[in-house]
Every structure is written in structure tokens, then in C-alpha cells.
């Protein structure tokens, strides 16, 4: 590789060096995992075993975090940061209905999609959310032929931008698989597959409600897309 690309791609080396699997206990259980960073006291990707996985994807929005962390600044502290309450969410709610409802209720400091999965058939939501509401909510539903959700960074009603387009070939990734052959193997694949696996790709984790979280550190050789 050559020095000018080693040192645009730095930070992610680094902070791939920081990915850790943290097993948090309570009364010497666990109560619940993540894959983070080693120092980030939020949550990024959690699972609650046996009752729900939850993950955060960046919502690029013109109402973006800069406004929520002035008014933050400012002394208005009623809304949350994304990873606390995520965080928040893995301490309290007992079920995926008592998640959804905290994910979709509570203020944040800037706009965010929430995957969250739960342990019976047809949970399984994408909540994009603004700082104050809901805009929208995916459902699973097998009977209308949605039998797996695909979320980037960009609203599920429009198009995505040509220089990131990484829904169309994860779906078209998806479907050659099908749904009777998918599984952790598969979803890995698709996952560690360009162009959803770019020059910013840090770790790839897999959450199931019935095993513990898996992750891998990746590393998307030349050439590959910077995001």
C-alpha cells in the first residue's frame, strides 16, 4: 500500500485495534453483550439474549447532530445521545416491545436508524428516527414477501446517492442466497462483500437472540471504495 493511502486510512486501523466484545454482568449473569470501542461508554451494536438484538446505523440528515449538541450545550439536556440510550434500552427493557417503544419515544440529539430483532416470528423493525419522532418504521412481514430488512445510511423512500449505493447490491446479495439458505454464514458474506465492505469498514458483528455476539475485525484490501 502505498504511504499517502496508509495515512488517509489511519484512523480506522487505530480504532480497529480498540474493537472489543464486552460481556456486561449483573449478579454475576449476564445481562447483556456489545461489540464497541474500548473507552466508548455508549452502545453501538447490543445483544439482550434471549429477547432482542439492537444496532445503530448514521442517518445523514440536514438536521444532523451539530443541532442537537448546541442545544446540548446550551443547557437543554431532555434529549439523549444515541449510544446512551441504546445503552439505556439493553438496562431496562424486558422485551421487544418494551424496546421499540423507547426507541421511538424518547428525544435525541441527532437523527439515527435503529435495527432492532427480537425472538419471534415478524420482529424485526428499522425505525428511522429524527431528533423528535418517528418518520418511518420497516416491519418484518413474511406473508407480504419482507422476510429480511436492509438498512444503510440513507431513508429506505428514496434513492441512494451513485457514488454509495450499497442497498442494491446487498440486496441483489441477499436474494441469491434466498431465504431458505440464509443464515450467519450467508449474512457474513454478504456483509464482508464490496461495497458494503469499504475502506471505513472497522468490524463486522452478528447478533442472534440464541448465541452470544460475534465479531470480526475487517480489512478491505485495494482497491476498494473509501466508504
Do not use: H
Amino acid at each position: 500500500m502505498k504511504a499517502e493511502s496508509a495515512k488517509q486510512w489511519y484512523q480506522r486501523r487505530v480504532r480497529g485495534k480498540t474493537v472489543v466484545n464486552i460481556d456486561f454482568q449483573r449478579d454475576g449473569k449476564t445481562a447483556y453483550q456489545s461489540a464497541s470501542f474500548l473507552g466508548y461508554v455508549g452502545l453501538l451494536t447490543a445483544v439482550k439474549q434471549p429477547l432482542f438484538t439492537l444496532t445503530i446505523n448514521e442517518r445523514f440528515n440536514k438536521e444532523g447532530g451539530f443541532i442537537g449538541i448546541y442545544r446540548w450545550i446550551m443547557g437543554d439536556r431532555n434529549a439523549q445521545w444515541m449510544g446512551f440510550l441504546t445503552r439505556n434500552v439493553m438496562e431496562q427493557a424486558n422485551s421487544f416491545s418494551e424496546a421499540k417503544e423507547m426507541l421511538m419515544n424518547q428525544e435525541l440529539l441527532a437523527p439515527a436508524y435503529y435495527i432492532l430483532g427480537g425472538n419471534s416470528t415478524g420482529e424485526g423493525v428499522v425505525i428511522t428516527r429524527s431528533m423528535n419522532k418517528v418518520e418511518d418504521m420497516q416491519s418484518l412481514n413474511i406473508t407480504e414477501g419482507r422476510w429480511y430488512l436492509l438498512q444503510t445510511n440513507y431513508d429506505p423512500w428514496d434513492e441512494c446517492p451513485f457514488y454509495d449505493d450499497r442497498r442494491t447490491p446487498g440486496n441483489i446479495c441477499v436474494k441469491q442466497w434466498g431465504q431458505e439458505n440464509f443464515g450467519f454464514k450467508s449474512l457474513y458474506n454478504v456483509l464482508s462483500t464490496k461495497p458494503n465492505l469499504n475502506k471505513l469498514t472497522v468490524y463486522t458483528s452478528l447478533l442472534s437472540v440464541r448465541d452470544d455476539i460475534q465479531t470480526w475485525l475487517q480489512d478491505c484490501k485495494t482497491p476498494c471504495t473509501p466508504w
